[in-house]
Antibody
Framework: EVQLVESGGGLVQPGGSLRLSCAAS????????MHWVRQAPGKGLVWVSR????????SYADSVKGRFTISRDNAKNTLYLQMNRLRAEDTAVYYC???????????????????WGQGTLVTVSS | SYELTQPPSVSVSPGQTARITCSGD??????AYWYQQKPGQAPVLVIY???ERPTGIPERFSGSSSGTTVTLTISGVQAEDEADFYC???????????FGGGTKLTVL
């Protein structure tokens, strides 16, 4: 069974840092692009970041660029999101998701998500 | 910045057909994908590449595309279909992943 399990969420003060992890199982992690998507309480889904199979291609939403860093460890089947200089507006459930894109389409907008993890809640508050 | 536009809400009675639209300028060039999210749960893919249905998704879910608008159709709506639905695509360059604002489907 394909499974993604996020961890690392919690309460952090504004300006603080947090590292999220996403443990993958049931598929060949090293062959899949991966993404982080977040959802503020009562709000919609917002894409955060993506990383290709070997970490050589990375993209971020403008709202997190320069503050968040996505990475992966294919030996550990784990995806990470390092979040620095956190703001109140970063408060959200953070989901990791496997990308089902294939080869060239991954670079041309053919990114789609299946499955998603259960999410981990990040709360930024003093 | 690029946006995908969905109606905030759609309401239908059980057994009727629900149609949820998603509009965006790049949709003639980029595929669209649809996700269903029930309260307290993670999103689930229900349609990919405009009109393909993943294994395990009921046949009453279908997708279509016409110009700058894609449509998720749920035929014979059941009470269990009540959820938020999100379309997702990319901008014309393919560099930006975008979600629509979401549509709350209410089964009356």
């Amino acid at each position: 069974e394909v499974q993604l399990v996020e961890s690392g969420g919690g309460l952090v003060q504004p300006g603080g840092s947090l590292r999220l992890s996403c443990a993958a199982s049931g598929f060949t992690f090293s062959r899949s692009w991966m993404h982080w998507v977040r959802q503020a309480p009562g709000k919609g889904l917002v894409w955060v970041s993506r990383i290709n199979t070997d970490g050589s291609t990375i993209s971020y939403a403008d709202s997190v660029k320069g503050r968040f860093t996505i990475s992966r460890d294919n030996a550990k089947n784990t995806l990470y999101l390092q979040m620095n200089r956190l703001r109140a507006e970063d408060t959200a459930v953070y989901y990791c998701a496997r990308d089902k894109c294939s080869s060239a389409s991954c670079y041309a907008g053919g990114n789609w998500f299946d499955p998603w993890g259960q999410g981990t809640l990040v709360t930024v508050s003093s | 910045s690029y946006e995908l536009t969905q109606p905030p809400s759609v309401s239908v009675s059980p057994g009727q057909t629900a149609r949820i639209t998603c509009s965006g300028d790049a949709l003639p060039k980029q595929y669209a994908y649809w996700y269903q999210q029930k309260p307290g749960q993670a999103p689930v893919l229900v349609i990919y590449k405009d009109s393909e249905r993943p294994t395990g998704i009921p046949e009453r879910f279908s997708g279509s595309s016409s110009g700058t608008t894609v449509t998720l159709t749920i035929s014979g709506v059941q009470a269990e279909d009540e959820a938020d639905f999100y379309c997702q695509s990319a901008d014309s360059s393919g560099n930006l992943v975008i979600f629509g604002g979401g549509t709350k489907l209410t089964v009356l």
